[in-house]
């Protein structure tokens, strides 16, 4: 299996998985329609075709003219709060241009898939560390489209023998090692970039959304990843589908709270970071936390940049020498 098209290859997981592949020897067909994604996030000796995927005559002609061995698919909407707002573009975005990439794989004969899904998918955990086998009760449409996406692979495999591997990312964070490539959204809404726009002095300070909750200090937890160990575990998935198809938490199965993220960030820029306490967050989990057991046992996958100093120096790397992202 060497051919990988990536649906959302130039956005930030996106340009990390296809810079792992490419550095493993696959070749990678990166698909975006650049509407969050950057032209600049594609390695240059990956291939880039712009096109979105409701256009199905576009993605069957692609699949007609090139080798295409397998499918990483991550090209969606991810905003929880977006999500709410506007469900429908979630559904349509999320689910149903999920299904024309489905049916043009099994129109071309195309049949194995890794799929982009969530810790949303779990909603508000009723034990830590989650385990894939726990209850899945999505709190936010964002969730809803994601778990929906995993129930629409199963019974493709079933009609159309269709192999999937279903990674349910908890907070993925850092940046490629080399500093050329990292997180870039317009609007940025996640922890750890908006921390460090705080540090380049691109902000004021950072809002910490609750800190009256059960926890330590008070602050939410969440259990990052590191990008690269995110695009290492792609590889070990599509590696595994000659086996059959599972679904997988992907988390680091350390707890980290905003106020200890902050504080990392601090000791990690030397610079004093002002944080504001705020009113929370809605549908915020308190505490999402996963077990990676079956992960590390099933696919012998490990994180290799487990620690969140070492996420945060990374992000920091790619944030300084690009203060303005992919746009310089
Ligand atoms: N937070 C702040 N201040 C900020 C930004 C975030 O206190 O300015 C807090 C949040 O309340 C949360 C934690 O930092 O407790 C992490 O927030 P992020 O927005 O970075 O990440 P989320 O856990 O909300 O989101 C992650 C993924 C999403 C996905 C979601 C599903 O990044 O793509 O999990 O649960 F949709």
């Not at 199905?56 to 061995?69: M, P, Q, S, T, Y």
């Not at 099994?106 to 898939?113: E, F, G, L, Q, S």
């Not at 909750?213 to 008070?218: A, E, R, S, W």
């Amino acid at each position: 299996m060497k051919n990988i098209f990536v649906t959302g290859g130039a956005g930030y997981i996106g340009s990390h998985i296809s810079k792992e592949l490419l550095d493993k020897h696959y070749s990678v067909l990166v698909y975006d329609n650049l509407q969050k994604g950057h032209r600049k996030a594609v390695d240059s000796r990956a291939v880039f075709i712009g096109g979105d995927l409701s256009d199905a005559k576009r993605l069957d002609k692609v699949f007609k003219e090139h080798k295409i061995d397998a499918v990483i698919h991550l090209a969606a909407d991810s905003l929880v709060e977006e999500s709410v707002k506007n469900p429908e573009k979630y559904w349509k975005n999320n689910v149903e241009n999920g299904k024309i990439l489905l049916d043009v794989m099994a129109k071309n004969k195309v049949r194995k898939i890794v799929f982009s899904s969530s810790a949303a998918v779990y909603g508000e955990p009723e034990k830590i560390p989650i385990r894939e086998e726990d209850k899945l009760k999505p709190i936010n449409p964002y969730g809803k489209t994601k778990l929906e996406f995993e129930k629409i692979l199963q019974k493709k495999e079933k009609t159309h023998n269709i192999s999937f591997i279903s990674l349910r990312y908890f907070n993925a964070a850092g940046a490629d090692p080399s500093g050329k490539i990292g997180e870039d959204h317009k609007p940025e809404t996640h922890l750890i970039p908006i921390v460090l726009q705080v540090a380049l002095g691109k902000r004021d300070h950072v809002n910490i959304y609750g800190t009256d909750y059960n926890t330590k200090d008070g602050t939410c937890i969440r259990d990052y990843i590191h990008v690269t160990d995110l695009a290492i575990a792609h590889i070990a998935a599509l590696k595994s589908l000659d086996k059959g198809s599972s679904i997988y938490n992907l988390g680091s199965e350390k707890g980290y709270s905003v106020e200890e993220v902050i504080e990392t960030a601090r000791k990690v820029t030397g610079k004093p970071i002002r944080a504001i306490a705020a009113a929370r967050r809605s549908n915020d989990p308190p505490i999402l936390i996963a077990s990676s057991k079956k992960i590390k046992k099933e696919l012998k996958w490990k994180p290799k940049y487990g620690e969140l100093a070492v996420i945060i120096k990374t992000a920091w790397k790619w944030h300084k020498n690009h203060p303005n992202g992919f746009e310089e």
